[in-house]
């Protein structure tokens, strides 16, 4: 019998239901009250790169991971578990380069989720996926997911070693001016590894990273309508979509608002870096001020800190005032318009 996590939040007027084992989360507003803007306890969810070593070099790696690539240590990723024991951190997302391939990825895995009691969940590459990391992954994560770049053979046989032991599996694909029509492709007529995951979740492409001049943002596509017409249709598994496709989803379907969410950063969620630099989202490490949280506590920054204020206040600016559907998307990404959709 799985027990949902109540969490309650009196001075914001709303409590929160987790269940641990399938990851439905619910925001609930008291009687009267509007939905909280942001978490002013801390955090609902980490997004924590625990290394930046990776040897697949993908071209669209926005973090432009390798084999030089920094590892968090165990004594760093403790330190950080202490700072968010006390805040409504139920999930943690770890990510990297790739995470699995960590040397302490098991001791991580099992200290989040039997001494800390939150779920974590990680992305990989498809690569390193040794006997003992699908075990532990069993054993505590949520969910595993593996990033789709073609040839997708490391994708096709990350599935296979994660689905024989029934590790709920999905798949995160960029999308961009490019790699859309292989989406629709995907969408118009599966392959088969798509049969055995939980969902493929698609990210809107952003400008950064090894390719951030060579490849043409999503907006740019002639391919919208088609990619969005398709992905209301009934398909084997299950579709999802980061923040930043909200705008999309606001403009091209009838998804109704109820199963919208703007952009979590700095308001609900959080990004640490291998080196415990603090930011509101991942993608901001190379363009924006990091804070180091062996010299700030995370409750601080998160509260009173000026790049996340920044940012909670760019979701309530000005430039889409007149639209209809300001409220559902928030004015989409707050930190490159050029994403866009609408």
């Known amino acids: 019998m799985t027990i949902l996590i109540h969490k309650q939040f009196p001075k914001q007027h709303y409590s929160t239901l987790f269940n641990p084992k399938t990851g439905f989360f619910l925001r609930i507003e008291d009687p009267g009250f509007l939905s909280p803007y942001w978490s002013e306890c801390g955090p609902e969810l980490l997004d924590i790169s625990i290394t930046r070593w990776c040897d697949k070099g993908c071209l669209r790696c926005y973090r432009e991971s390798n084999t030089a690539g920094k590892h968090m240590s165990i004594q760093d990723y403790r ?26 990825f098991c001791e991580i895995l099992e200290v989040t989720r039997q001494e800390y009691g939150i779920v974590p969940s990680y992305t990989s590459n ?31 046989n990350a599935i296979q070693k994660l689905t024989s032991i029934e590790i709920k599996t999905n798949i995160h694909f960029v999308l961009d001016k490019d790699s859309i029509l292989t989406a629709i492709s995907w969408l118009k007529d599966p ?58 989803l606001a403009t091209f379907t009838d998804t109704p608002p109820l199963f919208f969410d703007g952009c979590d950063a700095g308001r609900f969620s959080m990004f640490i870096s291998e080196d415990l630099n603090a930011y509101p989202c991942s993608f901001m490490v190379h363009r924006n001020r990091g804070y180091n949280l062996k010299k700030h506590q995370l409750i601080d920054v998160w509260r009173e800190s000026a790049e996340f204020k920044k940012i909670r206040d760019r979701c309530l600016n000005e430039k889409c005032k007149n639209c209809q559907k300001k409220e559902i998307c928030l004015g989409g990404c707050p930190n490159w318009n050029s994403i866009n959709l609408c």
Request: aromatic residues 10%; glycine residues 8%; hydrophobic residues 35%.
């Open 79 to 104: 330190y950080l578990l202490d700072q968010i024991k006390k805040l409504p951190v139920n999930q943690i997302a770890l990510g990297g380069g790739n995470p699995n391939q960590h040397p302490n």
């Open 126 to 156: 498809g690569r390193g996926l040794t006997q003992e990391a699908l075990e532990s992954s069993k054993k505590y994560c949520g969910a595993v997911a593996i990033s789709a770049y073609p040839p997708y053979d490391d994708l096709t």
């Open 191 to 248: 392959p088969a590894f798509l049969s055995k995951v939980n969902a493929i979740i698609f990210l809107n492409y952003k400008p950064l990273g090894r390719l951030e001049k060579s490849v043409g943002i999503l907006k740019e596509s002639d391919q919208l309508i088609p990619f969005f017409n398709e992905i209301q249709k009934n398909h084997p598994f299950k579709i999802g979509f980061d923040s930043c496709c909200v705008s999309g």
